[in-house]
């Protein structure tokens, strides 16, 4: 058990390195871990709202754990319970009070919530005390819950949870708060991003965007899940990608409507202006502070690279650009990139955006058949597509029509919904 002084130590800490890690996954586990750590809890969740839901997000059960082989993960299926006065976590999501219960099989019957034993009977652990403290941000409200469960003195006997406790986790719960309003202010920005890029040039990028996304996460799953990578780092990839994809045009907000909107074709000198639009793009995420801005760099700035390499812009220095939008771009090898050169994302998005290209109506083009486009596709494996990404491809078809028939063109794309873009929590 830790010290008055060990536990100070361990706030102060958390508090610091809230400010450097950059994926929130990975705090809110180190989150909930030292929370255990400081008030000797066995077991512990947070659980994240949205709307009426509280989903079970995180979770770590040390008894549960040592019955696993070790490096296995406790997997939980993610489960969501409403979030209302009948249980525990609800009840205190919703009244904003924490709830602190020495034994939830002896609850007093004047009480609202029950003790759902469902979890206990199929993990075959045994819960007795539970300490739950709303995550209340400034303004009052309520965002998730965070639960520890099953104190232990000394000689590891289970006991209820004590005032002091109650104090400590207040500090880890505004922690978490913090954590979790930061990735949502995120999330807002890049929202408001995509809408002015839309703003920009409505007639191509309303639709486009969210087809390209989703073809790039479709591309991206399948050839994760191929290549055996673990889930739960496709898990976070993929929603970040989603970002990511969306905005892989993002520095046409810099391009003239002269050319932009051009009804016919770019001349030579046109397009060698439209070609900026990658690193345009691409600095705008320079600082790379997150996953989300090193994925959104990479994308815009690879997006038009071939696997030949033949594409653009190449092997440049973004930093060396100077500050602004300057047009003196620094190729430091005189070709594209080529191959593995080309990082994953801009591989797969390169696919995804000539696809969707291709199959609809642009400005200066007519949409294609079905048949032609394909063909186009097989063709340029090897050349402009990596070659294992256009089997994939092959192999997603049936979805990337349903993706289409989601998202059609002309149909206006508010960016209000943004349930129906966003997972409740991603970054
Ligand atoms: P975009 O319209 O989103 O097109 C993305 C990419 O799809 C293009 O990258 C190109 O690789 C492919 N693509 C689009 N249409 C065709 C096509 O008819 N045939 C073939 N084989 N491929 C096609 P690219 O060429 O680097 O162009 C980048 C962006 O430059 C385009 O984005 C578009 O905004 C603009 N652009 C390119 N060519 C023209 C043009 O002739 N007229 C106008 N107004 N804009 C153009
Ligand atoms: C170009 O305009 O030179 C290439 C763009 C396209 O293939 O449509
Ligand atoms: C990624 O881009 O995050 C995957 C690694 C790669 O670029 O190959
Ligand atoms: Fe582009
Ligand atoms: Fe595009």
Do not use: C
Not at 190 to 196: A, D, G, P, S, T
Not at 342 to 360: C, E, H, K, M, N
Request: aromatic share 8%.
């Amino acid at each position: 058990m830790l010290t008055e002084k060990e536990k100070l130590e361990v706030l102060t800490n958390l508090g610091t390195e809230l400010n450097q890690v950059k994926d929130l996954d990975i705090l809110m586990e180190h989150i909930l871990t030292e929370a255990r750590r400081v008030v000797n809890a066995d077991a512990g969740s947070i659980y994240i709202r949205d709307k009426s839901q509280l989903h079970f997000t995180y979770t770590q059960n040390a008894t549960l754990q040592k019955r696993l082989p070790r490096g296995v993960k406790l997997i939980y299926n993610t489960f969501a319970i409403p979030a209302d006065e009948s249980s525990i976590a609800g009840y205190s999501a919703i009244t904003g009070k924490t709830l602190n219960i020495p034994d939830v099989y002896k609850l007093d019957s004047a009480v609202p919530y029950s003790f759902s034993r469902q979890f206990d009977e199929t993990s075959g652990y045994k819960t007795h005390s539970v300490l739950a403290i709303p995550l209340k941000t400034l303004r009052e409200e309520v965002i998730g819950v965070l639960q520890v469960i099953n104190s232990q003195d000394e000689q590891g006997g289970i006991i209820p949870f004590s005032r002091e406790d109650e104090r400590m986790m207040d500090h880890f719960a505004s922690m978490a708060t913090m954590a979790l309003e930061r990735a949502q202010m995120t999330r807002t920005l890049i929202l408001r991003m995509i809408k002015m890029a839309e703003l920009r040039d409505p007639k191509e990028t309303g639709a486009h965007v969210n087809r390209v996304a989703s073809y790039s996460v479709e591309i991206y799953e399948r050839w994760a899940e191929e290549n055996s990578i673990p889930a739960e780092e496709i898990r976070s990839k993929r929603d970040v990608l989603r970002m990511a994809a969306m905005l892989h045009d993002v520095g046409k907000i810099a391009i003239s409507d002269q050319i932009l909107k051009k009804p016919g074709r770019l001349t030579e000198e046109e397009y060698e202006i439209m070609k900026h639009h990658t690193f345009f793009g691409a600095r705008l995420f320079i600082e790379r502070k997150s996953d989300f801005d090193e994925a959104a760099a990479e994308v815009a700035l690879n997006h038009h690279e071939w696997w030949n390499g033949k594409g653009y812009p190449g092997h440049v220095d973004l930093a060396a650009t100077g500050p602004g939008l300057s047009f003196s771009v620094q190729q430091l090898e005189p070709r594209g990139k080529r191959a593995d050169e080309i990082p994953l994302f801009g591989r797969i998005v390169a696919i995804a955006d000539v696809y969707d290209a291709l199959s609809t109506k642009r400005a200066y083009k007519e949409a294609w058949d079905e048949a032609d486009i394909l063909t186009t596709m097989e063709q340029g494996a090897g050349q402009q597509f990596d070659p294992n990404l256009i089997e994939v491809f092959f192999s997603s078809l049936d979805v990337f029509r349903s993706i289409q028939h989601r998202y059609p063109d002309n149909e206006e794309y508010t960016g209000g919904d943004e349930e129906s873009i966003f997972p409740p929590i991603l970054i």
